[in-house]
């Protein structure tokens, strides 16, 4: 399974790209993932990410596209892939377009998560993550069984440093100015598929699954 999850901060893509991931055993990419997980290590590329994302501005191009081009070419990307949050703009795709021409693969579908601005904040600003092992949560629409304890690793659970509220609206602007042309970008293959994404998780989940099922 080849899949690219498009759309908004907030929008679900790495709710679905995990579980898509799970159940379909194929790596989950993110590349917001692997910025912050740089960072952490105190990497030459996470530490320059850093000023871009810390800010709610997107890392330069040249930077994402030779992390993500190392990561597809890795071992388990043979068995297929869910990227989250790349592409994210127009150089980005035509990129990974080039990059799967060569190595003579396809994406199977593009899925665009529609979601109002409404849930996009109140998504955001409830938004708990595990310190220790990234798990995502919410304070109301998915709550760990123990406030503030994840419930998968017992880690401490925190606000994402970019989900203050004032980073929140320029990741939106930021947003619609670069990533939104993505979709007609991608429209014009005929791979793309929109949803409704202020659904709920599991119903997301099962639209998403028939696509799959209706395309394989
Ligand atoms: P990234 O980490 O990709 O952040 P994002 O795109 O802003 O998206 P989010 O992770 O905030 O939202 P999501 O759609 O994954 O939603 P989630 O499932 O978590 O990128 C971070 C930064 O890194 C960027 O700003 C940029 O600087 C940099 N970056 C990353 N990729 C880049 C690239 N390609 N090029 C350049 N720079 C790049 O859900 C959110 C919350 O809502 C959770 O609490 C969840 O529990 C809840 N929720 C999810 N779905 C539902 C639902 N259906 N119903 C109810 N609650 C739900
Ligand atoms: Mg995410």
Known sequence: MRLILLGAPGAGKGSQAARLGRKHGVPHISTGDMFRDAFEKKTDIGIR?????????????????????????????????????????????????????????????????NVSRETILQRLTGRRVCERCGANFHVKNLPPAKPGVCDYCGGGLVRRPDDERDTILNRLRVYEERTAPLVDYYRRTGKLVDIDADKSVDENLEEITAILEARS
Not at 54 to 67: F, I, K
């Open 49 to 113: 990410a850093h000023g871009y994302w810390g800010q709610g501005e997107l890392v330069p191009d040249d930077v994402t596209c030779s992390m993500v081009e190392e990561r597809l070419e890795s071992g388990d990307c043979s068995s297929g892939f869910i990227f989250d949050g790349f592409p994210r703009t127009i150089a980005q795709a035509e990129m990974l377009t080039a990059a799967m021409e060569r190595l003579g693969i396809e994406v199977d579908a593009v899925i665009q998560m």
